[in-house]
């Protein structure tokens, strides 16, 4: 259930295409399997950070583990790397908040993941 969302006043001029991308990159690094990650590109009307309206980001990663710190400082060099290619930010106009989200309080398939995960014994088949 890993998630990637990423939000900017500037927009990628392929959103599809860059978040397609974005979702084969970001499933690698978060060591799960792409079909269960999910990455969304939010264009906002207005971000200010440290005091300016210069392009920016905030970057948003959840995921049931996985969330470590080497880990996470390389999703956010790799992350940061494509915005700052995509977007014309800079890697020191945003933010990246990384949540280990407990499998009960996630939703898929009519169900939670803590409840699909005790039904079929293993992590693995599940995410």
């Known amino acids: 259930m890993p998630i990637l969302e990423i939000y900017s006043a500037q927009a990628p001029k392929d ?4 978040t397609k991308r ?12 792409e079909s269960f990650c999910m990455v ?11 005091g300016s309206d210069e392009p920016g980001f905030l970057v948003k990663v959840g995921s049931i583990g996985h969330i470590d ?16 290619k ?13 949540t280990d989200v407990p499998a009960e309080n996630i939703g898929f398939k009519k169900n ?3 409840n699909l995960i005790k039904r079929n014994h293993t992590q693995s088949v599940l995410f």
């Open 15 to 18: 959103i599809r295409g860059f």
């Open 22 to 33: 974005m979702n084969a990159t970001f499933a690698e690094l978060i060591g799960k399997p």
């Open 40 to 50: 969304t590109f939010s264009k906002v009307d207005s971000l200010f950070f440290a």
């Open 69 to 84: 710190n080497n880990r996470n400082a390389k999703l956010t060099a790799t992350v940061t790397a494509e915005l700052e």
């Open 86 to 98: 995509e977007l014309g930010v800079q890697d020191n106009r945003g933010y990246f908040i990384f």
């Open 112 to 114: 939670t993941f803590a």
